[in-house]
């Protein structure tokens, strides 16, 4: 079992850097390929970034690739996601998951996570 907590969303303009985390509370975290996904209202949720379990491997969205840079720092059990030059369609609520595989090349669909968290808003006026 795997306990996972996001925080560092908020309200931020156009064009604004903005950087969210992601803590697993239990479990070994580094047993763990890790993935973001978001949530915009009224839509289905969508591929962001993942990470295998060493940090080596790392798929985008194209929507994201080139502003959003995905992370992990397995001795502080922290995944994260540094989103720069941030846009109205960025709006969303962004989930963290773990893939309880150990694959080198990390999975975009949701179905091969395993555990989710709550999620953390991130709202881009427009």
Not at 71 to 81: F, G, H
Not at 85 to 94: F, G
Request: hydrophobic share 35%.
């Amino acid at each position: 079992q795997v306990v996972l907590i996001e925080s560092g969303g908020g309200l931020v303009q156009a064009g604004d850097s903005l950087k969210i985390s992601c803590i697993a509370t239990s479990g070994i975290f580094s047993n763990f390929n890790m993935g973001w996904f978001r949530q915009a209202p009224g839509t289905e949720r969508e591929f962001v970034a993942a990470i295998n379990w060493n940090g080596g491997r790392t798929t985008y969205a194209d929507s994201v690739k080139g502003r959003f840079t995905i992370s992990r720092d397995n001795a502080k059990n922290t995944l994260y996601l540094a989103m720069n030059n941030l846009k109205p369609d960025d709006t969303a609520v962004y989930y963290c998951a773990a893939d309880r595989s150990t694959f080198e090349n990390p999975t975009v669909s949701e179905h091969e996570y395993d555990y989710w968290g709550r999620g953390t808003q991130v709202t881009v006026p427009s």
